[in-house]
Every structure is written in structure tokens, then in C-alpha cells.
């Protein structure tokens, strides 16, 4: 039987990526779902070449356009935010793979574990955000919950086989970004252009001015913590420029496990997707001689303010992750629209996690509710 694929982001790096393993192993893998915010033209031409039985469109003026489009084909349409969140809880649907980027990935990732679906996330603000609720439903529907990330890939990777996961520390590698080594006054003054230059990935925009200001590895952190079980003083972060080591665990007895390859995202998206078998396919290797130097160094926290800050939420607990990310989000996209400058995202940050009242237990309302006042928040000192 084909495992029948829902991928909700799929107009994305890692959507589009996802498309490509789905390529690679035809036999394997049906697309069921597709679904995309803006970008309606590409939906329909992945629509045309794959065949899913369902569409969603998330901007709802596009509908229109779309069935028209699909007319001749045997695909249902929708537009919208709830279609997109109950799409992944279809009964057709065998695995969902969550590549929304943002707080949007959310909702759906919760409706899909809901419904018992397997879900690949690659959609990291979703464990920023409510990593306990998600973690918990996840164990009580007893479905898994495969990371899509690198750093998480390989760490789920070193931990295959280890009867009792005898976890001592997971260190997870940092590129350095496109900054790495700058000074704050170099900051201050870098253009979104050089910001969207990430050394190693080509990714969204969101996820690579995060990794230029060190924010995603604040948030792969968080993400770690919720999906391995460790607490926060276990994660190391380790800044390593070339980005083939992709993380590390170490174990009880001092050994450390790594898990290496070329920076190419549809390596662990195929293993999220094909797991718990691991797939063959003819994606360009790694090879010693064209690295003949892995290096590894102190990530520069007076700096990247954005790191300490993301630690910071993460042993505060409660809705301040949540705070952290949302803030995150109207940060970066003020600054990808050059209305502030990219040292000034953190202190947008950081006053919003001062603002915005504490929920030491939330629940999933809460979540929602906290996200919509420290946006409104944050744009409020974006504004200023
Ligand atoms: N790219 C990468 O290599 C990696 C990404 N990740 C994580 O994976 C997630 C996706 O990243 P990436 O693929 O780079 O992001 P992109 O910006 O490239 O893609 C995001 C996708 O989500 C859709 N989307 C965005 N906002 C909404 C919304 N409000 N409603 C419905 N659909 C929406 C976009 O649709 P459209 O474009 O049509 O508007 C697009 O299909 C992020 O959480 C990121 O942190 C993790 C590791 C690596
Ligand atoms: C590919 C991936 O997983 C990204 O999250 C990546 O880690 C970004 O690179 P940085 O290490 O620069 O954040
Ligand atoms: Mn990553």
C-alpha cells in the first residue's frame, strides 16, 4: 500500500522538496493533499502533475481562480484557514507533513494528531509554541510525531537502537549564519539582502533571517527539549560553519553519536516520510575531500541576543516560548520590510516577553490568545 501524503505547506522550500522525495519513490508515496497560502500558480501546476484528491488555497480570494483552473480535473478545492486545519484529519490521509512555516502550523498540526494521523513536522514554531500540549496528544493518541529539521532528524537518527536512551547531552551544530564572527555594530547595519544570504541552506525567509540573527537555534533548542525529554541545561549549542555534522547525542557513558551528511533538506524529510525504513535514492553524496575541514566553535551569545532570549523563554515556561515566537514573527517581518533594523529585532522581542501578561499552565486557547496580544504588542513597538 502507498502511504498517502498530505502536505500542507507544499509551496515551500520544504513542500517543494517533499515533492521531489514523493518523485524519487513513486512507489511508495501518493499525494493526497496539497495546500498553499499565496502562491495559487504553483499550487495548480503541482496539483496538475500530482493528482491530489484535495487542494486548499489559503488566501480565499484565490478560490475562484483555482477551481477554475482545476476544472478539468478530479480534484476538490477549498480556501481558507479551517479548511487547511481540517484537511490533515481526512480518513484518505496516511501521514501529514507539516511545512506551513509560523505559528499557522499550529492548529492543523494539532487537528492532525487529533484525528491519529502521523505527522513529519518540519513547522519548528509549533513545539516553540505549545510543545507540551503537542507532545502530550501526541503520547495519548500513541501516533508519532517525526521531525522534519535537521538537527532533529539526526538526533532521532543517533537515537535509533538505543534500548533506554540514556540521553547525557544532545548538541546541536549552528551554521553561524551568514553574520558569524560580526560585531553588534556590524549588525546594525546589515541590509535584508545579505541577511537572506544563509552560507549553507537555501530556505524560506522567515526560517533564514532566523538563522541569520541565531533565533532558530534559540528555537531548535525548544524544539529539542519537548521532543527528546531533556531539559534545557543538556542542550548545547555548537557553532559549526560547514554544516555536515547535523547534530550530536552524548550518551551516559561519554560517547557521543553523530549524525553527518551534505546540508540538504530532503535527506531527513525522506526519512520522516519513508520511516521507519530508510529509503534509497541517488541525492549527490558527501565526500572527506571536498570538506578537509569540519570546524566547530563557541556560539557568540553577547552578539546574538536572540539566543539568550530563546533560552530565557525556555526556562520561563508557560505562554513565554509563545510570547518569544510571536514577537519573533512581527520582528522579522518588519525588518524583511526594512521598517527596523536587524539589532532592533531583539529588543522588539524582548519588551514584548516584558509586556505581555505570564500563563504558567495554558491551554490551547491560551496559545491563541497570547499570540494575538504579543502581535498586536510587538507591532505596537514596531510602530515606535
Ligand atoms: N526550509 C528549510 O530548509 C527548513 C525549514 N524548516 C521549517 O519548516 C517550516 C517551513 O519552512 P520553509 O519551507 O522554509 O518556509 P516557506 O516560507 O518556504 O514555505 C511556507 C509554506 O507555508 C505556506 N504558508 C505560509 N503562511 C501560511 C498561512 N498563513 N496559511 C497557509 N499557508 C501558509 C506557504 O504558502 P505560499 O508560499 O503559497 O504563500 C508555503 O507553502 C518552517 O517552520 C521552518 O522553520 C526547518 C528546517 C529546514
Ligand atoms: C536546514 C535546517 O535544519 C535549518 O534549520 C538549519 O539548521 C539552518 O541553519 P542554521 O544552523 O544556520 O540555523
Ligand atoms: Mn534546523
Known amino acids: 500500500m502507498k502511504r498517502r501524503i498530505a502536505i500542507l505547506g507544499s509551496t515551500g522550500s520544504i513542500g517543494t522538496q517533499a515533492l521531489e522525495v514523493i518523485k524519487q519513490h ?43 483552473e482545476l476544472s478539468d480535473h478530479p480534484i476538490k478545492v477549498y480556501a481558507g484557514r479551517e479548511a487547511l486545519a481540517q484537511v490533515g484529519a481526512m480518513s484518505t490521509v496516511d501521514m501529514v507533513l507539516v511545512a506551513l512555516v509560523g505559528f499557522a502550523g499550529l492548529v ?47 538526533i532521532f537518527q543517533c537515537l535509533v537502537g538505543e534500548a533506554d536512551n540514556k540521553i547525557e547531552k544532545l548538541i546541536l551544530t549552528a551554521s553561524g549564519g551568514p553574520f558569524r564572527g560580526k560585531s553588534v555594530d556590524f549588525l546594525r547595519k546589515v541590509t535584508r539582502c545579505q541577511a537572506l544570504n544563509h552560507p549553507n541552506w537555501k530556505m524560506g525567509d522567515k526560517i533564514t533571517i532566523d538563522s541569520a540573527s541565531l533565533m532558530n537555534k534559540g528555537f531548535e533548542a525548544i524544539e529539542a527539549k519537548w521532543l527528546f525529554d531533556v531539559a534545557p541545561e543538556q542542550i548545547e549549542i555548537v557553532v559549526h560553519p560547514q554544516s555536515i555534522v547535523h547534530s550530536l547525542v552524548q550518551f551516559a557513558d561519554g560517547s557521543l553519536k553523530a549524525q553527518m551528511g551534505l546540508p540538504d533538506m530532503k535527506l531527513p524529510i525522506q526519512y520522516a516520510m519513508g520511516f521507519p525504513k530508510r529509503l534509497v535514492n541517488d541525492f549527490p553524496r558527501f565526500n572527506f575531500t571536498d ?36 514577537a519573533n514573527e512581527v520582528a522579522v517581518e518588519a525588518f524583511l520590510k526594512s521598517r527596523i533594523g536587524f539589532v532592533e529585532m531583539s529588543s522588539v522581542i524582548e519588551q514584548t516577553m516584558e509586556k505581555v501578561s505570564f500563563v504558567k499552565h495554558p491551554g490551547l486557547d491560551d496559545y491563541l490568545r497570547t499570540d494575538e496580544e504579543a502581535r498586536r504588542v510587538a507591532s505596537e513597538i514596531v510602530a515606535k
Not at 578537509?292 to 505562554?319: I, T
Open 291 to 326: 570538506y578537509p575541514e569540519l570546524s566547530f566553535e563557541k556560539a557568540d551569545v553577547s552578539v546574538f541576543r536572540n539566543l539568550s532570549l530563546a533560552f530565557e523563554a525556555m526556562n520561563q515556561g508557560g505562554n513565554i516560548p509563545c510570547i518569544l515566537n510571536a
Open 26 to 68: 513513486p512507489e511508495l508515496f501518493e499525494t493526497e493533499v496539497l495546500t498553499a497560502g499565496r502562491n495559487a500558480e504553483l499550487l495548480v501546476q503541482q496539483a496538475v502533475e500530482f493528482q491530489p484528491n484535495v487542494v486548499v488555497i489559503g488566501d480565499e480570494e484565490k478560490y475562484d481562480w483555482v477551481s477554475r
Open 108 to 154: 492543523p498540526t494539532f487537528r492532525a494528531l487529533e484525528a491519529g494521523k502521523p505527522v513529519a513536522l518540519a513547522n519548528k514554531e509549533t513545539l516553540v509554541v505549545a510543545g507540551d500540549l503537542v507532545m502530550n496528544l501526541a503520547r495519548e493518541k500513541g501516533v508519532p510525531l517525526l521531525p522534519v529539521d535537521s538537527e532533529h532528524s539526526a
